[in-house]
C-alpha cells in the first residue's frame, strides 16, 4: 500500500498524502477512530470527507480519483487552503504581544541568527513568545510571502513585522528596542491574568472549533451541551503557559478548567460533575 500510495501521489501532484503511524499519534487515532491498519482519511478543507479501511489497492485508488475528479473543486480547495493559511498565520502572529519566528526554541536554538535574537531579547527582559518553524513547513513557506521577509528569525510585536536580528541590533543600538518590545511579565501574573480572562476558561490542546486531543474534545461536547459562554486558549501555541499552568494549579495534564479564577479540574472531574448536577451551577457561578 505504501507503493500504491506513492504511485497516486506522483499522479495527483494537487494533493497531499501523508502516513503517520497511528501508536505514535494516539491522540489522531482515538478522534478518528482508528482500530486497524492500514486506515486511509481524505480530507477537503480540513474536514474529513471519506475513509477507507484494509489494504484494498483499487478502491483507494477509485477513491482518490473520485475526490480529485474535479479541477474547479481542486481549485476551490487550493484557494480555500491558501485563505485559511493566511488566517492560521494571523492568528500566530498575534498569539502574543511579541512573537518570535524563529528555528528551534528559546531554550535550544537551532540556527546562530536565532540564538543572537533570543539572547538580546532576554538581555532586555523582553517578555516573547515564539514559534519553531522547523515544526511545521507550511507556516515556514507561507509567512516569508504574508509578511515579505525572506529569512527567519522574524520578530512581530502587536501582530506588526519589526524584522530580523540585524534590525533588532539596530534598534538596541539606539536605545529603541525597550520602548517598542513589550517588558516581561512576570509568568505567574500572566498566568492570573490568563486564567481571569473570562469567567468561565478553559486551557486546551486546540480551540473550540478544532479540539486536537480526545479529552479536550470531550470536555468541550460537555460544557457546550449547558449552553454557557466560556472562552479557551490553546496550550499549544504557547509552551511557557503550557509549562507553566501545570505548576501554578498544581495539576499535571489538559485540558484543565476554571471559573471565576479557581481550578475546577480536568475531563474527569467535569465527568463526575456532569452525573452529579453541579456542573451547571458551578459554570454559572452559583456553587
Request: contains cysteine; aromatic residues 8%; negative net charge.
Amino acid at each position: 500500500m505504501n507503493e500504491v500510495m506513492a504511485a497516486l501521489a506522483k499522479e495527483h501532484m494537487q494533493v497531499a498524502f501523508v502516513k503517520l503511524e497511528a501508536e505514535a499519534v494516539p491522540e489522531v487515532s482515538e478522534k478518528y477512530g482508528i482500530s486497524s491498519v492500514p486506515t486511509f482519511l481524505f480530507f477537503k478543507n480540513a474536514q474529513k470527507v471519506d475513509r477507507l479501511d484494509g489494504a484494498h489497492a483499487p478502491e483507494l485508488t477509485k477513491k482518490v480519483q473520485r475526490h480529485t475528479s474535479s479541477s474547479s473543486l481542486a481549485s476551490g480547495t487550493n484557494d480555500s487552503a491558501k485563505e485559511d493559511l493566511n488566517v492560521r498565520l494571523k492568528k500566530l502572529i498575534n498569539a502574543a504581544p511579541c512573537m518570535l519566528f524563529m528555528k528551534g526554541s528559546p531554550k535550544e536554538p537551532r540556527c546562530g541568527f536565532s540564538k543572537q535574537m533570543v539572547e538580546i531579547l532576554n538581555k532586555h527582559g523582553i517578555s516573547f513568545s515564539s514559534f519553531d518553524i522547523f515544526s511545521d513547513e507550511e507556516v515556514r513557506q507561507g509567512l516569508k510571502t504574508y509578511s515579505n521577509w525572506p529569512t527567519y528569525p522574524q520578530l512581530y510585536v502587536a501582530g506588526e513585522l519589526i524584522g530580523g536580528v540585524d534590525i533588532v541590533k539596530e534598534l538596541e543600538a539606539s536605545g529603541e528596542l525597550d520602548t517598542v518590545c513589550p517588558k516581561a511579565q512576570k509568568l505567574e501574573d500572566r498566568l492570573k491574568t490568563l486564567i481571569n480572562k473570562a469567567p468561565v476558561m478553559l486551557f486546551m490542546k486546540g480551540s473550540k472549533q478544532v479540539a486536537k486531543c480526545g479529552f479536550s474534545k470531550q470536555i468541550i461536547e460537555i460544557i457546550n451541551n449547558t449552553g454557557v459562554d466560556y472562552e479557551t486558549f490553546d496550550i499549544l501555541e504557547d509552551e511557557e503557559v503550557r509549562q507553566g499552568l501545570k505548576t501554578y494549579s498544581n495539576w499535571p495534564t489538559y485540558p484543565q478548567l476554571y471559573v471565576k479564577g479557581e481550578l475546577v479540574g480536568g475531563l474527569d472531574i467535569v465527568k463526575e460533575l456532569k452525573e452529579t448536577g453541579e456542573l451547571l451551577p458551578i459554570l454559572k457561578g452559583e456553587n
